[in-house]
């Protein structure tokens, strides 16, 4: 492996603390050749997809990228605003806010920067941008309360990826879950109970997280567990009964069952 020359690092100012927030990613435009340049990225990883890798790239670029990238772009299509994808916009929102709230709580430098685990801005290149800056210290935030190997492990594994180009690498924290961390819950609950202020109460109140198939949650992943945390925090801080929510799991994908109940 050639590593990054980085000599020229030696000699520059201390550049303080690096935070890096990572989120899923988005498609570059709502068109079937983004989204397939998209797919292709998030579904050639494996701790995604675990199959065989030969027998799955054969259906991922035989069948699955020749059908749903048109698909897909029509439902990008729908939700596409003037400033871009939402998630890309809301994510540059969070960074802004975060880094408004921490100017004026931390002493010293820091930069708080927005990678994405598929598409653009990709992790590697804000770590190079980091790297740019010589950062001393890495705080790696996956924007994932709960964790699964299938978002908060795939962003360890591409950031570390990146680093073992680098010569020198600075100190580095990685949070790896917060699901059940009182302000977090706090915050969803004030989220639902301004909703109902406004909006009125309905007879149920739905939790659709994204689902994963049962043999990740069966060989160990503890996402579901975490959700259900999170569900019943939230519940228990608005006061609702048994019968006034309910948890369900959405976004399957392929033939296999995944967690259970299905949106």
């Not at 000699?11 to 303080?16: A, L, S, T, V, Y």
């Not at 001393?136 to 180009?165: G, N």
């Not at 228990?236 to 259970?260: C, I, M, P």
Request: charged share 25%.
């Amino acid at each position: 492996m050639r590593y990054i020359n980085q000599s020229d690092q030696l000699n520059r100012p201390d550049g303080g603390l690096g935070i890096l927030l990572v989120n899923l990613g988005t498609p570059d435009a709502p068109t079937a050749s983004a989204v397939r340049r998209y797919l292709a990225e998030f579904l050639s990883d494996p701790r995604v997809v675990a199959i065989p890798k030969l027998i799955w790239m054969l259906i991922l670029h035989g069948i699955v990228l020749r059908i749903r990238p048109r698909i897909k772009a029509e439902g990008y299509k729908s939700i596409w605003t003037d400033e871009g994808s939402p998630l890309l916009v809301i994510s540059k929102r969070q960074q802004a806010a975060l880094s408004g709230i921490l100017r004026s709580r931390l002493r010293g430098k820091f930069h708080v920067a927005l990678g994405m685990r598929y598409g653009n801005p990709s992790i590697a290149s804000v770590l190079h941008e980091l790297r740019q800056k010589n950062i001393q210290r890495l705080l790696v935030f996956p924007l994932y309360p709960q964790y699964s190997a299938t978002t908060t492990a795939s962003i360890f594994d591409a950031v570390t990826r990146e680093l073992q180009r680098w010569r020198w690498i600075p100190e580095i924290r990685f949070i790896q879950r917060y699901h059940d961390r009182a302000d977090y819950i706090r915050v969803l609950s004030e989220s639902i109970r301004s909703y109902r202020e406004q909006q009125g109460v309905a007879q149920k109140l739905l939790f659709s997280f994204h689902g994963i198939p049962k043999d990740y949650y069966q060989a160990g992943d503890p996402y579901p567990d975490e959700c259900r945390a999170t569900a019943k925090a939230v519940v228990d801080n608005l006061d609702l009964e048994a019968d006034q929510w309910h948890l369900t799991y959405q976004s399957r994908f392929g033939a296999q069952e995944w967690v259970k109940p299905y949106t």
